[in-house]
């Protein structure tokens, strides 16, 4: 099968894109499948994978409606079981950034999507599957079944996933044909078009697939929602029939406490009770907080931004304060959310640490050191931070929304059952209720909260179950 996206780890990554690009191909080759995986070459992936790229041929490729062709070239790199195609043209692909605006990012998707189908033909290579990734890859099934259809190519199923619906490629009709060289059919209200004269991407994409996946069950259910539908609700209940969720799952070879080389302390579930509370302090050490293994540490690693659900720990972070939390904010974004994490830092020194960047290996120590991590978001298709968070023997405090619901069985008191605290509606009362809840487990029912620790740990979050569940549907439209 081949796999067509805009990015993936560890050449080029902005999001949880990046991450299933890579992690999910790796484990269908484990399961034996084979697998191609089509990215465009940008010129700001590193040195060092460049160089071990191979030349395996070039063409020209007509791509507009007036004729005008451009270069496609493909740079070959094979590793661990997996063969990645860079599309080379330097036209399109000289930014250190893989987007940048919208004018330029549509000419250039349009060309990639045609190009990397185009780049499978002149290889010889005919999947039974094509799998292509948000509305950067979302006209590969369009001019699959369109211009491709009687190529060598043409009789491959396509499935389509949706990372994040609040991007579509929306863009001027005109100059959407204009760069894909499209027919004029497929330019109607049930396909490409949007509000009369805009062109959506995605939504061509998600009309012509042959299976449309989220990256969960809540989510692919939400997305048929005005609420969180993002103009499309109508059209994905439309297409509901071909519609499914499947969760994401983490990296094991990255995401492990008993080897991870970042951790000052490495633990599994045999003595996870003793070894993190040495991250803990650790971690304490490493930030400038009160040394003391007995306080509460709170973790959020996020990017910040209005999809976060910082509004509502912005409102009550103050209510946090008792002598007996400590709160650690790792991220970056919106200008509002740095400042008042950074204010909040000044406000309650050694109780709060803000740290305002992108750092992995702070991201390490803090999932290895924290007892509870926060994920309040608006929205979260997947999310991976609940995910390593578990993994990590934390116990996640999220808002019941997307992957988050899906993933994380609220504690129940009764039956000592469950995988963190949960509350629904998006209200900061309801998340200080939840970390309230939280907080009474550790400091009056230890024992209970240990379980739970233990529990996450060895809940399985891989990518073997979700790679097993594409597997199936990749079968079962080729059958
Ligand atoms: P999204 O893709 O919406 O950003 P996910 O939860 O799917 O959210 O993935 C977030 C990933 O990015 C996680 O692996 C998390 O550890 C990492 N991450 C987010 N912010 C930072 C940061 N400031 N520093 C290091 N890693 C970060």
């Not at 993936?8 to 690009?21: A, E, I, N, R």
Request: net charge negative; charged share 25%.
């Amino acid at each position: 099968m081949a796999f067509i996206g805009s990015e993936c780890y560890p050449f080029v990554k902005t999001g949880g894109l990046g991450d299933v690009m890579y992690a999910l191909p790796k484990e269908l080759a484990k399961q034996n499948c084979d697998v191609k995986v089509i990215l465009p070459r940008y010129a700001c992936i590193p040195e060092k994978y460049q160089n071990k790229m191979v030349y395996r041929g070039s063409f020209d490729m007509n791509l507009c409606s007036d004729g005008r062709s451009f270069y496609v070239g493909i740079m070959e790199y094979v590793w661990d079981g997996v063969v990645y195609d860079f599309i080379d043209n330097q036209e399109f692909f000289t930014n250190g950034n893989p987007y940048t605006n919208l004018i330029d990012d549509i000419p250039k998707f349009c060309y990639f999507s045609k190009a990397a189908l185009a780049a499978l033909n002149y290889m010889d290579w005919e999947p039974d599957i094509i799998h292509c990734h948000d509305w950067q890859a979302a006209l590969v099934p369009v001019y699959l079944d369109t211009m491709f259809k009687d190529t060598p190519i043409g009789r491959a199923k396509t499935v389509l996933t949706i990372h994040n619906l609040r991007f579509q490629g929306v863009y001027d009709k005109k100059m959407i044909s204009y760069w894909t060289g499209l027919p004029d059919y497929v330019f109607n209200k049930d396909a490409l078009t949007v509000k009369w004269l805009d062109a959506n991407m995605l939504k061509g994409g998600l009309t012509y697939a042959d299976a449309i996946t989220t990256v969960s069950g809540t989510y692919a259910w939400e997305i048929q929602t005005p609420e969180y539908g993002e103009d499309l609700d109508a059209h994905l209940r439309y297409h509901s029939g071909k519609l499914r969720g499947i969760v994401n799952g983490i990296d094991y070879d990255i995401w492990n406490p008993a080897t991870d080389p970042r951790l000052a302390n490495n633990y599994d579930l045999g003595n996870v009770l003793t070894e993190k509370r040495k991250n803990k302090k650790a971690l304490q050490e490493e930030l400038g907080l009160e040394v003391d293994d007995g306080k509460f540490v709170i973790g959020l690693v996020s990017r910040l931004t209005n999809q976060k659900g910082l509004d509502l720990v912005n409102e009550i972070l103050p209510q946090l304060i008792d002598g007996n939390t400590q709160i650690v904010i790792l991220g970056t974004g919106d200008a509002q959310y740095e400042d008042s994490f950074r204010y909040y830092e000044n406000a309650y020194k050694g109780q709060v640490c803000s740290n305002i960047m992108y750092d992995e290996t702070r991201a390490h120590h803090i999932y290895a050191g924290a007892d509870a991590l926060l994920v309040p978001s608006r929205f979260e298709p997947c999310g991976l931070t609940q995910l390593i968070a578990m993994h990590y023997g934390d116990i996640p405090i999220v808002r019941e929304t997307g992957g988050l619901k899906d993933t994380v069985e609220p504690y129940n008191e009764f039956t000592n059952w469950g995988n963190g605290f949960t509350f629904d509606r998006y209200e900061s009362g309801l998340l200080l209720d939840a970390i309230n809840r939280a907080k009474t487990l550790y400091f009056t029912n230890r024992w209970c909260w240990d379980e739970m620790v233990q529990r996450n740990m060895d809940k399985d979050v891989s990518w073997e179950s979700s790679a097993r569940q594409y597997r199936d549907l990749y079968v079962d439209l080729t059958r």
